[in-house]
Every structure is written in structure tokens, then in C-alpha cells.
């Protein structure tokens, strides 16, 4: 090893930490130049999110079915059987026919609540350097959308926008650790707040110690004053499982959120919603039991008893 | 020479951070997946002087700022990247045991990226940022580690021949 660098070297080493120290402190402020430097990045990079999303997407989908093969397992088999042909075109299929289920869905959920919406494409999944999870759509402030405005899927709640660009915007999943929404249970209507914990699962805390949760609970937004950043009424998840804890002042919950995050492709970005809070217009229906096939056998006595 | 270096490598760092930005983004891997930009910032410190490791973290650093998804205040990653570039340039600086054997390499990075993440995690934390659950905070580390130890073989020969290539000289002489 070096047994120690010139003055040269350490001046050098001495003003890139100055400056380095000086862009914090110059963003901690709200400096506006770093803000514009990070959304020329974004304006700059969009295009070619677009491009790779459009070609790289596919073996994305792919290697997320991977990580999930057991799941998948019996659909893989499937398509085994299938020729290369056959196979090739029913992934390209495939792809269409999921952007527009969720398109459709989207679409259903919004025209129910009457909330305006602008549809959008997921560019770009978060960054895997930092803790944050986030993702890029391809919608921006051309399109109408703005910052604080809430994203959706057929399913019910995606995130926020956190950051709006020309063409493209920055969305807050509800699944990052700081992601924070005001929830009320479908029906009960017990408020709380549900906090995102960095997995498909968050936590409900109830703000009323007199409340109780259980197994089942429909979790919807509660939505925010003049509808940002969160329209009311929007499903979130079901409580999975409820903490009882003596000691606790509140009740708290893990709640399994509707929304796939690992299969995001179109989403919505709520630009205006309606005067009347849909309530709960938007709670998912449960899936109707499957009819078991029954068989009744009808017994006759014959008349006459046979010898 | 530093600023000669600097503007000749700036053009391959580009094209890495876009590479990152728009393609390896794209793909939801195991454990949030892998930062290409930050190993080959690593491996491209640890191939020059202490001084140039420093000057490759700046500028690593402030594009890893730019990111649109990056959480934290500008220049966090720029500071962070400053002390990696130089720590891991200076630890093999004149040590041919160090560069000469690349397994040595490899593990230096695979764990100087869990470290860097690690100082950004407690930074930001410092700073205010919500991590969450210690759960995904540790799998994350320990996937960035993984992706790390398996990118790092596939990189480092084309690296150093690239860094031969434009410098002219041996890496580690």
C-alpha cells in the first residue's frame, strides 16, 4: 500500500468532498438549479427507458416468471406442448392481451368512481442501489399529470407521483418503506394509517383504541383534502392478520395489498376525481364459490315385491 | 492528466449509466435486483491511482445522483463515491498481490458495494429517509453482495483491457 498521497492528491481529494458537502447542503435548501439537473437527466433518459422498455420488457416478464416458477409451473407446462411458433406468438399475444385486462380493469375501477383518468405504460422499475421502490411512467406534464396525484390499477391503489417531467413521471409505490396513506376499513368505517414496509404486505395501525379489525377487512384510501394526493375510496388490500398485543394502544394489522406489483404494466394517474366519495362503491367482489356437481338418485319401490 | 482521464472516461460511463438506466431497470431479479454502474465504478477506481479513484467516484457519484430514483439529497451518492473511489484505488495502489490476483479484486468489491450501500442506508437515515422493514433492508444487502460476486468475473477482463486500452498502461503497475 501507499504510505501517503502528495499534497496534489489531497488537495484534489479535500475539494471533491467540499463539493460534494456543498450539492447537500445546496439541495437540503431547495436549491432550484439541482432540481433542474435531475429533471434534464429524466427528459434526457426517457427515451431510451421507452425504447428499452419496449424491447427489454418481454425478457423482463421473463425472468420474473423465473424467480416464480412454482407458481407458474402449471402454465409452463402448458405452453410446453406448444410449438416454438406458437409459442413465440402467444407471448407477444400474451403481453397485449395483460396490458389490456389491465387497461380494462383500470378503466372499470375509474369509470365507477367517476374519477378522470390518464392512462400510462411503467417505463422503468425503481432503482436497485437505493431502498427506495419506485417506478417510471410514461406519462408526464404534458399529459396532465402533475405532482401528489394518485396512480392506479384495476386492483386498487399503486402510489403517488412524486416527481411529474415533461414525458415521464416518478411514482411512489405503496409498497416503500416511506410511503404513508390515510386507510378506513370498507363497511366499519374505522380509520387509520396504512404504512408500507418495503414487501407486498404493509402495516394498518388503528387511530381508535375502541375499534377492532379482523381477518377479511377491506382496506380502502380515505383520501386527502381537495383529492391529493389520495382520491378516496380506492381498494388497497385485505388485513391478513391482526396483532393483538395487550400492551399496544391501538390495534395494528398486516394487510395484503391488492395490487401485483411484480406484473405492473399499465396504470392510471387520477387527474381530476368526482365531488361524492364513492364510499365503498370500489370494495373488490368476493369470488363466487364454485357449484359442486351434485347427484340425487331417486329410489322407486317396486309395486309388486319380486319373489 | 486528471481532467484528461476524467473527459476520457466520462463517454463510458455514460453509456454504463444509460445501459442502468433504461435496460437494467427494466428486469425485477432477485432481491431488487443489481447496480452495473456501481460495480464498474468500482472496478474502474480500483484500477487507477488513489487521486483518480476519487475523481472516478465524483463523477460516478453525481451521475448516480441524477438518477431519477434516487432518494436522497444531491451529492450523498457523490460523497459516498468520493471516500469508495479513493479507499478502494488506495487499498491496491502499488500492491500487485492485491491486483495481480483477481479473486482479491472481486471480493474487495463485492463487499465494498455492500459497505457503500450500507454508509448510504445509515446516511440517509441521518438525513431523515424512511429504510424499511430490517427484513428487506438485509435481503437487499445480501443480494447486492450476490449480483456483486457474479457480475464482477463477468466485467473485470473487459474493464481492465479498456482501461489498458485508453490509459496505456498496466493496471496496477
Redesign the interface.
Known amino acids: 500500500?501507499?504510505s501517503g498521497?502528495d499534497n496534489?492528491?489531497r488537495l484534489?481529494?479535500i475539494s471533491?468532498?467540499v463539493?460534494?458537502?456543498?450539492?447537500?447542503?445546496?439541495?437540503?435548501r431547495g436549491v432550484q438549479v439541482?432540481t433542474g439537473?435531475?429533471n434534464g437527466?429524466?427528459s434526457a433518459?426517457s427515451p431510451?427507458?421507452s425504447?428499452?422498455?419496449t424491447i427489454?420488457?418481454p425478457?423482463?416478464n421473463f425472468?420474473?416468471d423465473v424467480?416464480q416458477l412454482g407458481r407458474t409451473r402449471g402454465e409452463i407446462e402448458r405452453l410446453k406442448a406448444e410449438n416454438e411458433k406458437l409459442r413465440r406468438t402467444l407471448i407477444d399475444r400474451k403481453n397485449a392481451d395483460a396490458d389490456l385486462a389491465q387497461l380494462k380493469s383500470v378503466l372499470d375501477l375509474a369509470g365507477t368512481a367517476k374519477y378522470k383518468v390518464v392512462n400510462a405504460k411503467v417505463i422503468?422499475?425503481?432503482?436497485?442501489?437505493?431502498?427506495?421502490q419506485?417506478i417510471?411512467i410514461d406519462a408526464g406534464t404534458n399529459n396532465g399529470v402533475r405532482q401528489n396525484m394518485t396512480v392506479i390499477t384495476g386492483l386498487g391503489l399503486v402510489g403517488v407521483v412524486k416527481?411529474a417531467?415533461p414525458n415521464s413521471a416518478?411514482v411512489q409505490l405503496v409498497t416503500?418503506?416511506?410511503f404513508k396513506v390515510g386507510a378506513r376499513v370498507a363497511g366499519s368505517q374505522q380509520i387509520g394509517i396504512l404504512s408500507?414496509?418495503?414487501?407486498n404486505k404493509a402495516v394498518l395501525q388503528l387511530l381508535d383504541n375502541q375499534t377492532t379489525l379482523k381477518v377479511g377487512d377491506v382496506i380502502l384510501a380515505r383520501g386527502s383534502v381537495n383529492n391529493r394526493p389520495f382520491v378516496p375510496g380506492v381498494p388497497l388490500g385485505q388485513v391478513t392478520a391482526v396483532d393483538n398485543a395487550a400492551g399496544a394502544v391501538t390495534q395494528t394489522a398486516d394487510v395484503k395489498l391488492y395490487v401485483k406489483f411484480?406484473a405492473l404494466s399499465v396504470v392510471a394517474v387520477v387527474v381530476a376525481a368526482p365531488k361524492d366519495d364513492p364510499r365503498d362503491a370500489l370494495v373488490p367482489k368476493a369470488p363466487l364459490p364454485k357449484p359442486v356437481p351434485t347427484v340425487t338418485i331417486y329410489a322407486q319401490p317396486s309395486e309388486t315385491p319380486t319373489p | 492528466m486528471?481532467a484528461r482521464r476524467f473527459f476520457i472516461s466520462f463517454p463510458i460511463f455514460a453509456f454504463i449509466y444509460?445501459l442502468q438506466?433504461?435496460?437494467?431497470?427494466?428486469?425485477?431479479?432477485?432481491g431488487?435486483?443489481?447496480?452495473l454502474?456501481?460495480i464498474f465504478a468500482l472496478l474502474w477506481s480500483a484500477l487507477g491511482?488513489?487521486?483518480m479513484g476519487?475523481?472516478t467516484?465524483?463523477g460516478a457519484?453525481l451521475m448516480?445522483?441524477?438518477?431519477?430514483?434516487?432518494?436522497?439529497?444531491?451529492?450523498?451518492w457523490?460523497?459516498i463515491m468520493?471516500?469508495a473511489g479513493?479507499t478502494i484505488s488506495?487499498?491496491?495502489?502499488?500492491?500487485d498481490n492485491f491486483r495481480g490476483n483477481p479473486i482479491s479484486l472481486i471480493f474487495t468489491i463485492a463487499a465494498g458495494v455492500v459497505i457503500i450501500?450500507l454508509i448510504?442506508?445509515i446516511l440517509?437515515l441521518l438525513?431523515g429517509?424512511?429504510?424499511?422493514?430490517t427484513?428487506?433492508?438485509i435481503i437487499?444487502l445480501f443480494s447486492?453482495a450476490f449480483w456483486s460476486a457474479v457480475l464482477s468475473p463477468l466485467l473485470l477482463p473487459a474493464v481492465t483491457r479498456v482501461h489498458e486500452a485508453l490509459f496505456d498502461v498496466k493496471s496496477g503497475k
Open positions: 500500500m501507499r498521497g496534489r492528491g484534489l481529494l471533491l468532498i463539493t460534494a458537502l456543498l450539492l447537500i447542503t445546496l439541495d437540503l439541482i439537473l435531475r437527466t429524466q433518459l431510451f427507458q425504447v428499452a422498455a427489454f420488457r425478457v423482463g425472468l420474473s424467480t422503468s422499475l425503481g432503482s436497485a442501489s437505493s431502498f427506495t419506485t417510471t416527481i417531467y416518478l416503500d418503506p416511506a408500507g414496509q418495503g414487501t411484480s | 486528471f444509460i438506466e433504461s435496460v437494467v431497470s427494466q428486469f425485477k431479479i432477485f431488487g435486483g443489481f447496480s454502474f456501481l491511482t488513489p487521486e476519487a475523481l467516484g465524483f457519484g448516480m445522483d441524477l438518477s431519477q430514483s434516487t432518494s436522497g439529497p444531491m451529492g450523498q457523490t460523497l468520493i471516500l479513493f488506495y487499498l491496491g495502489y502499488g500492491d450501500r448510504y442506508l440517509g438525513l429517509s424512511d429504510v424499511g422493514s427484513w428487506s433492508v437487499s447486492s
